[in-house]
């Protein structure tokens, strides 16, 4: 099973408890042991265990070994805390956009093309499931990781990002929220680098409207998306090509995710 069908094994997505591991994970010199770490965060060993592994997913820290990423670094740097609104968006987007987060990226993916959607409609995304894992895990799993992505955008810290609102037994989707720009572009860049490495050019229609664009993921309708382009290109980050048959953006050969996000940071 080439999936994860619960981000933090039905835990809620408290960031209290989510920055505690990050920042004592990363304050250490060295590997942290997970007596070390329920020591420090106040946590059981199964639930720091639980958000290391969460983390990881996210490229914050290595599988398996779980040591420091370049992007955890940067991260830790400058908002060791996980507050920022350009933290959030990118952790918004590294998980919903990574397909091994079977729950989390499906959902995200549809909730693009919806305006509002029921708790019920969204498990029904899931039917295809059934054979394929245990029945408990049907029954139990897909509805509770379902519950754990409502209430992480209606209640938790990831509400900052405006993307989902409950409205009595329905759930609103709102669209075209102010993702930063340099944000817009480190998520482009990871999609490059997931799916065209080394591409120096992207058709603009696909990084609008493609499963796990950054317009999908973070729900930004065409004319926004291209908008927002234009504002990259107008800053000389970018360029648009348009003329004859081609319709997309051009990178420069330096430009590099971490690089980005760090500029970001520095305003």
């Known amino acids: ?22 920042k004592s994970r990363y304050e250490a010199d060295k590997n942290i042991d997970l007596d070390q770490l329920a020591e420090v965060t106040g946590l059981n060993r199964r639930k720091a265990r639980t958000i290391l592994n969460f983390l990881a997913d996210l490229g914050l ?12 670094n940067i991260i830790f ?29 499906k ?18 995304l899931f039917e295809n499931l059934q054979g394929q894992v245990s029945d408990y895990t049907y029954k139990h799993h897909v509805g509770q990781e379902v519950r754990v992505l409502l209430d992480a955008y209606c209640n ?12 009595d037994d329905y759930y609103t989707v709102h669209r075209n929220s102010d ?10 860049i990871l999609y490059r680098d997931n799916y065209y490495p080394g591409a120096t050019a992207l058709n603009i229609d696909e990084l609008c409207n493609a499963n796990n664009s950054p317009g999908r993921i973070f729900i930004l309708d ?16 970018i360029n648009i090509e348009s003329r004859g048959d081609l319709d997309q953006i051009r990178f420069r050969e330096e430009l590099k995710f971490e690089s980005v996000l760090e500029e970001y940071y520095l305003g």
């Open 1 to 22: 099973m080439n999936y994860k069908i619960q981000a933090l094994n039905g835990f809620n997505m408290y960031f209290d408890q989510i920055t505690s591991v990050f």
């Open 61 to 72: 820290s290595q599988k398996r070994t779980l040591a420091k990423t370049n992007l955890g």
């Open 77 to 105: 740097k400058y908002d060791g805390f996980l507050q920022s609104e350009g933290t959030l968006w990118i952790m918004h987007y590294l998980q919903s956009a990574n397909e091994f987060m079977l729950i989390w990226n």
């Open 107 to 124: 959902v995200m993916n549809t909730l693009y093309s919806k305006d509002t959607i029921i708790r019920e409609d969204i498990i029904k």
């Open 156 to 167: 938790q810290r990831f509400s900052k990002l405006n993307l989902i609102e409950k409205e």
């Open 179 to 188: 993702v930063p720009d340099l944000i817009l572009l480190c998520a482009i």
């Open 222 to 237: 065409e004319h926004i998306m291209r908008k927002k382009l234009e504002g990259l290109k107008n800053t000389g980050i």
